[in-house]
C-alpha cells in the first residue's frame, strides 16, 4: 500500500528558502569575524612581562639571541645609567671606597634561553649587564659616587662611569 505524500506549498518553500538563506548569512558573518579577530591578535606584540621583581621586563625574543641582547656591560644606580671603561690604566683595590649597594638584578642571568630579551630602558636601579647578581658596587676615594662606581670582577676593579646613554658619543656626566 502506497501512502500519499502532501507536497508542500510554495509558501513553506519560501519560508525554508529564507531560513537556509539567513543561516548561511550568519555563519558568514561569523566566520569573517573571527578571522577578522585573528588576524587582529595576530598582528599585536606581546607585552612585556616583568618575571623577576627588581628586574627589566621582558619581551618575546624571536631572534634567538640571549635575553641580555647586544647591551653594554653597564650598571643602573640612582636613576643613573654607568657604563664600564674597557681601556684605561688598571685601578688598585686601595682606590676602592666603601660599598654603596650591591647588583640586584643580572641581565646575563635573567631569561637565558628563555625566548625572552630584556625590553629597552630605563631600567630598575641596581641592574646590570655585565655583573653578576651580588656583586658589590664600590664607590671610588675621592670621586663622588654619581659619577663613577667600581666592582671587583676576577681579582680586578672595574670602573664604571655614568654616562648619558641618550647622546651619541657617550659622554660622561661628570
Not at 21 to 44: D, M, P, Q, S, T
Request: contains cysteine.
Amino acid at each position: 500500500m502506497l501512502t500519499r505524500v502532501r507536497r508542500p506549498s510554495l509558501r513553506a518553500l519560501t519560508l525554508l528558502g529564507l531560513g537556509v538563506l539567513v543561516n548561511v548569512a550568519a555563519c558568514a558573518l561569523v566566520i569573517a569575524a573571527a578571522g577578522g579577530l585573528v588576524g587582529w591578535f595576530a598582528g599585536r606584540a606581546d607585552p612585556d612581562v616583568v618575571l623577576v621583581p627588581g628586574c627589566p621586563a621582558l619581551q618575546r625574543d624571536r631572534s634567538g639571541s640571549a635575553a641580555s641582547g647586544d647591551y653594554l656591560d653597564m650598571v643602573v644606580w640612582q636613576g643613573r645609567e654607568y657604563v664600564a671603561l674597557g681601556t684605561g690604566p688598571a685601578v688598585p683595590r686601595k682606590a676602592l671606597g666603601k660599598p654603596v649597594t650591591t647588583v640586584g638584578c643580572s641581565l646575563n642571568e635573567l631569561g637565558a634561553g628563555t625566548g625572552w630579551r630584556v625590553a629597552p630602558g630605563p631600567w630598575p636601579n641596581r641592574c646590570a649587564s655585565g655583573l653578576a647578581s651580588g656583586v658589590p658596587l664600590h664607590a671610588l676615594v675621592s670621586v663622588p659616587a654619581d659619577c663613577r662606581l667600581a666592582a671587583v670582577v676576577d681579582g680586578e676593579v672595574r670602573v664604571y662611569v655614568a654616562m648619558d646613554l641618550d647622546e651619541p658619543d657617550l659622554t660622561p656626566l661628570c
